[in-house]
């Protein structure tokens, strides 16, 4: 919840009112896909700790990344370091980004 704006935070738990986002079925969806994403997360932890890296549990519906080399399981590795800032996609260097000043967060707000 944006606690520095009370305009943005009304607005914010007036679509959640409106949308039943609390609504005991919202809620109820919500603790069962948990559920299961907490279940396929151990799943596919303990496919990497009990030493058969790479033979995942067919059963899971996960499947185990150090099976096949990079190149063959189709997906790139990464080329360069990317970072998303003001609404923009750039490269970034890899060094952290300047500190934010409350007072250039502040004037942002009034604009």
């Not at 185990?64 to 990317?82: H, R």
């Not at 970072?83 to 970034?92: A, P, Y």
Request: net charge neutral.
């Amino acid at each position: 919840m944006p606690l520095f704006s009370s305009e943005l935070n009304r607005k914010i738990c007036r679509k959640i009112a409106s949308h039943g986002l609390c609504s005991k079925d919202s809620l109820q969806d919500l603790l069962h896909s948990s559920r299961k994403l907490s279940l396929n997360v151990l799943s596919f932890v303990q496919s990497f700790q009990d030493g058969s890296q790479g033979q995942p549990d067919p059963d899971s519906g996960v499947s185990g990344p150090l099976s096949q080399p990079p190149a063959e399981s189709g997906v790139p590795l990464p080329a360069l370091n990317l970072i998303f800032k003001d609404g923009q996609l750039r490269e970034w260097s890899g060094r952290a980004p300047p500190p934010l000043h409350i007072s250039a967060l502040q004037k942002d707000q009034s604009l």
